[in-house]
C-alpha cells in the first residue's frame, strides 16, 4: 500500500461546483503540503500545514481552502472551481528535523474543471 | 527569495549515453539542501537524489550522480548509461534548512531517450 495516499485519482468536474480532495498518510510525519503542477511551471505550494492546529498559506492560495482533519489526514477543497484550475495535484508529506529528508508524494490527482 | 531555474526544458540523448541535466538557483542562505525528482508518464514524483550544502563531496546513486558547485549555486544531475526507463520530467527543488515552507521546485526538463 502506497504511504501516502490520494483520492480520486482524476476527476471532471464543472465551473462553480465544490470540489474536495483527500489525501492521507501512514508515514507518521506531521508535516503535510499541497501542491499544483501545471506544463511549464513546475510545481507550487498550496497550503501547508505543521501539525493539526498548524496551517499556513503558500505561494498561490486564492481560491482553495484545507483541513488537516487529523495528523495523518490533510484534504484540499475548491470552494467553487473555475477552468484554469485545472491542474494535477500532489499531495506530500515530511519529517523534517533539520536535515535533508525530501518530501514524500501521493499520486496525485488529475482535476478538470469544465 | 530563492528561485530554482532549469534552463533546458527538453533534452534528449541516445539510450546508453550520459546526459546532463542542468540546474542553478539563487538564494542568500548558507544552508540547504538540494534534490532531484523524476517524474514518469505514470505521474509519480520519486526522488533520484539529494545534496546536503554544506557536503563537498557530490551525491551519487548508482547511475546518477550530481555536480554541486555552492559558489556557482549549481547543481546539475548527470545520468550515466541511460535507460529507455530514465524517460521522465525532471524537477530541481531547494529546501531551506531554516524553513520548512520553502521547498521550492524548478519547472523541470523532460527527457527522452532515444533507442
Known amino acids: 500500500d502506497a504511504d501516502v495516499t490520494q483520492t480520486p485519482r482524476n476527476r471532471i468536474t464543472k465551473t462553480g461546483k465544490r470540489i474536495m480532495l483527500e489525501c492521507s498518510q501512514t508515514k507518521g510525519h506531521d508535516r503535510m503540503y499541497w501542491y499544483r503542477q501545471d506544463p511549464g511551471l513546475g510545481l507550487r505550494l498550496i497550503y501547508y500545514s505543521f501539525d493539526v492546529k498548524d496551517i499556513n498559506k503558500g505561494e498561490i492560495s486564492d481560491g482553495y481552502s484545507v483541513s488537516r482533519q487529523a495528523q495523518a489526514k490533510f484534504s484540499l477543497s475548491l470552494e467553487s472551481a473555475i477552468p484554469n484550475q485545472t491542474a494535477l495535484y500532489f499531495c506530500?508529506?515530511?519529517?523534517?528535523?533539520?536535515?535533508?529528508?525530501?518530501?514524500?508524494f501521493g499520486n496525485g490527482t488529475r482535476l478538470t474543471v469544465t | 527569495a530563492q528561485t530554482v531555474t532549469q534552463s533546458q526544458p527538453e533534452m534528449s540523448v541516445q539510450e546508453a549515453e550520459t546526459v546532463t541535466l542542468s540546474c542553478t538557483y539563487d538564494t542568500s542562505e548558507s544552508d540547504y539542501y538540494l534534490f532531484w525528482y523524476k517524474q514518469p508518464p505514470s505521474r509519480q514524483m520519486i526522488l533520484v537524489i539529494r545534496q546536503e550544502a554544506y557536503k563537498q563531496q557530490n551525491a551519487t546513486e548508482n547511475r546518477f550522480s550530481v555536480n554541486f558547485q555552492k559558489a556557482a549555486k549549481s547543481f546539475s544531475l548527470k545520468i550515466s548509461d541511460s535507460q529507455l526507463g530514465d524517460a521522465a520530467m525532471y524537477f530541481c527543488?531547494?529546501?531551506?534548512?531554516?524553513?520548512?515552507?520553502?521547498?521550492?521546485f524548478g519547472k523541470g526538463t523532460r527527457l527522452h531517450i532515444l533507442p
Open positions: 506530500a508529506t515530511s519529517d523534517f528535523q533539520g536535515d535533508n529528508s525530501p518530501l514524500h
Open positions: 527543488a531547494y529546501r531551506s534548512a531554516y524553513r520548512d515552507d520553502k521547498i521550492i
